[in-house]
């Protein structure tokens, strides 16, 4: 019977491909994947195969989460992951151009160009946040809260 290393190894190419940023190739998993994930089966349980990977070369799991360097979520090469918290993951996501922001929401009702546009209108004095609301088919709140850049904040 194969050991936990030999099984998950086994399903490891280590010529992946490098990323543009990275000096060093991927290893790239090839087993079973989920959401874009390597996943292995381990203690009747579903794991990322980057974390067991970590497992597998320190002894112990990322915590609190495995983040990726070279941004490739199929990449299981330890030098390539590293530690990280929620908030360093969702700022990762931003930096790569990953993230699901302004218009790449498909949920969105406005695009970068209304957001400035309503802004300026309102700065202008050229309607309340009612009436841009109104105009743009989207709440007053949600006018109030680009306003504030408590939402688009990136443009």
């Given at each position: 019977?194969?050991?936990?290393?030999?099984r998950?190894?086994s399903?490891?190419?280590k010529?992946?491909?490098t990323?543009?940023?990275?000096?060093?190739?991927?290893?790239t998993?090839?087993?079973?994947?989920a959401?874009?994930?390597?996943?292995?089966?381990?203690?009747?349980?579903?794991?990322?195969?980057?974390?067991v990977a970590?497992?597998?070369?320190?002894?112990?799991?990322?915590?609190?989460?495995?983040?990726?360097?070279?941004?490739?979520?199929?990449?299981?090469?330890?030098?390539?992951?590293?530690?990280?918290?929620l908030?360093?993951?969702?700022?990762?996501?931003?930096?790569?151009?990953h993230?699901?922001?302004?218009?790449?929401?498909t949920?969105?009702?406005?695009?970068?160009?209304?957001?400035?546009?309503?802004r300026?209108?309102?700065t202008?004095?050229?309607?309340t946040?009612?009436?841009?609301?109104?105009?743009?088919?989207?709440?007053?709140?949600?006018?109030?809260?680009?306003?504030q850049?408590?939402?688009?904040?990136h443009?």
């Open positions: 019977m194969k050991t936990l290393s030999e998950f190894w399903k490891v190419n010529q992946g491909p990323m543009p940023h990275m000096k060093t190739c991927c290893w998993w090839l087993g079973c994947t959401l874009g994930y390597g996943q292995i089966w381990l203690d009747g349980k579903m794991k990322r195969a980057h974390r970590w497992f597998l070369i320190f002894g112990k799991y990322p915590e609190p989460y495995g983040l990726h360097h070279c941004d490739n979520s199929l990449c299981v090469r330890p030098s390539h992951v590293y530690e990280g918290t908030l360093d993951n969702g700022a990762d996501r931003t930096r790569s151009g993230s699901c922001q302004g218009s790449k929401n949920l969105a009702k406005l695009t970068e160009a209304k957001v400035v546009l309503i300026e209108l309102y202008a004095g050229k309607g946040q009612r009436a841009l609301a109104k105009r743009f088919g989207v709440s007053q709140r949600a006018v109030l809260f680009l306003l850049r408590k939402t688009w904040r443009v």
